[in-house]
């Protein structure tokens, strides 16, 4: 397969023309359409300019991490921790996904012009010039740390910042374009959030909290080849080598099926080290048993219907797993 010859970075593409300059005028902003001099400046409302920035931020993603960040606080602590602690965690979460996110963005608009999943982005779109994601990818980024570090505690501040440079640096400018295990290894980043809000609370990490990074961490890749299988067009047209891109869609139904079970075993591991309750293990083999048929029936039946019924039910799945992991530490311990 012909892969990318050249980073996204270094790709400066002639239809990022609009650049969002903080000129105000009666709540907007005067836009020139184009770098030469003589061409007309057109008025933004601002809060579209505010929209096009948070939408680089990818708030879909983000607010399924800040969820699963609260959830380990509360498991840790056995309930809420003081408010003030959880606003500053998750401040600093959000501005850390939000600064992974832009970032990420930036590197890839090549790729997110060609597929028709992200072709609305805000750089692709042209709502944002690509230095000024950049720059607010990377004052997020400053800002969650200085905002973990002094509300929170200095390790939560070095484990986003740690999961900022592994999703951009590792996963984005190297896995991605380069492998079919892009998202199985890139998993590990979507997975410590529930890490910064352990740390939060305790300062330190255990073996409930490594376990809770894995449930996430094997949870990815079903997730995300579920997705993968519904636009392998997309990654083909980018030359992106996901797994069902390389390998095909009946490699890629046969990887989700055997990760499911996979995932339902590593579930059950919180309750065989006694740190989940009995509650807790009926709702993680419901829930993963769910998962598992659904798995099975995605490898027997070849349309797509049932990996979109899939790629649904996953983001169900982790949310629900993780509030009966919060009902049963509450509840019962």
Known sequence: MKLLHRPAWM?????????IVPTTHGGTLDVPVAGDQGVPVVSVPLRQVISAYINLMKPHVTVLLLGIT?????????????????????LGGAMAAGSANCINCYIDRDIDQVMSRTQRRSLPAGRVQPRQALLFGFALGIGSFLVLTLFVNLLSAVLSAAAIVFYVVVYTMWLKRTTTQNIVIGGAAGAVPVLVGWAAV??????????LFAIIFFWTPPHFWALA????KDYERAHIPMLPVVKGEHETRR???LYSILLLAI?????VTQRMGILYLIGAVLLGGILVYMALRLLMDHTKKWART???YSNCYLAVLFAVMVIDRVLLH
Request: hydrophobic content about 60%.
């Open 310 to 312: 899939l790629f649904w």
């Open 255 to 257: 990887q989700v099926f």
């Open 11 to 19: 790709k400066i593409s002639p239809a990022y023309v609009l650049p």
């Open 229 to 232: 299988l519904l636009i392998h």
């Open 202 to 211: 305790t300062n330190s990490l255990s073996l409930t909290a490594i376990l």
């Open 70 to 90: 609260v959830a380990a606080m509360v498991i840790v602590h056995g309930s809420l921790p003081a408010l003030g602690l959880v606003i500053a965690t998750l």
């Open 267 to 271: 579930t059950l591991l919180p309750y």
